[in-house]
T-cell receptor, first 116, second 112 residues
Framework: GAGVSQTPSNKVTEKGKYVELRCDPI?????LYWYRQSLGQGPEFLIY????????DSGLPNDRFFAVRPEGSVSTLKIQRTERGDSAVYLC??????????????FGQGTRLTVV | GENVEQHPSTLSVQEGDSAVIKCTYS??????FPWYKQELGKGPQLIID?????GEKKDQRIAVTLNKTAKHFSLHITETQPEDSAVYFC???????????FGAGTTVTVRA
């Protein structure tokens, strides 16, 4: 499809396990964002990629969270030693250039992560 | 960092009536203010946005106003329809990119 695709749509994992969440941005979009949305809350910024590099990772809550975008397209959000508090919907968004002045950011449907 | 507050948290309106959602922000450097609609199981979808050099913007039944002095902005939906029922989020960005600070959301229910 033409939109942002996130896989899996749902993930249930046991506390302490490692998980990877994948985001396929819209083709040609250089900017990619990860957000986390807890139940009943607005999305919270995690990390922003411009091309292959992380332009701003100030939203990552701790060193258990890491994200990569090795070829400037697909991105993977990695969470080590998962905790119950990591349970949330993880949203990915992409935009053509990353500038709010001339492009729109499009969100995927999210991955719902449940840590039991 | 930027802090965005949104009110009310829930809003129930009769079909055909208007709905108004209000947000305030803290960072005077913020210059981009989008509004998103989120339906169950889906990601947020942009419905309208406004930049700091504009005081009001309208798109059919949807309008947004911005008061930079008071640091608040509002979403107005007129002639509401059942399909307007969703969660609406305001957001702000001080950095010309999509590192957005979101409000907590307003659940809008349009009663037929």
């Amino acid at each position: 499809g033409a939109g942002v695709s996130q896989t899996p749509s749902n993930k249930v994992t046991e506390k302490g396990k490692y998980v990877e969440l994948r985001c396929d941005p819209i083709s040609g979009h250089t900017a990619l964002y990860w957000y986390r949305q807890s139940l009943g809350q607005g999305p919270e910024f995690l990390i922003y990629f411009q091309g292959t590099g992380a332009a701003d990772d100030s939203g990552l809550p701790n060193d258990r969270f890491f994200a990569v975008r090795p070829e400037g397209s697909v991105s993977t959000l990695k969470i080590q030693r998962t905790e119950r508090g990591d349970s949330a919907v993880y949203l990915c968004a992409s935009s053509l250039t990353g500038s709010t002045g001339n492009t729109e950011a499009f969100f995927g449907q999210g991955t719902r992560l449940t840590v039991v | 960092g930027e802090n965005v507050e949104q009110h009310p948290s829930t809003l129930s309106v009769q079909e055909g009536d208007s709905a108004v959602i209000k947000c305030t922000y803290s960072d005077s450097a913020s210059n981009y203010f989008p509004w998103y609609k989120q339906e169950l199981g889906k990601g947020p979808q942009l419905i309208i946005d406004i930049r700091s050099n504009v005081g009001e913007k309208k798109d059919q039944r949807i309008a947004v106003t911005l008061n930079k002095t008071a640091k608040h902005f509002s979403l107005h939906i007129t002639e509401t329809q059942p399909e307007d029922s969703a969660v609406y989020f305001c957001a702000a960005s001080p950095s010309d990119d999509y590192k957005l600070s979101f409000g907590a959301g307003t659940t809008v229910t349009v009663r037929a």
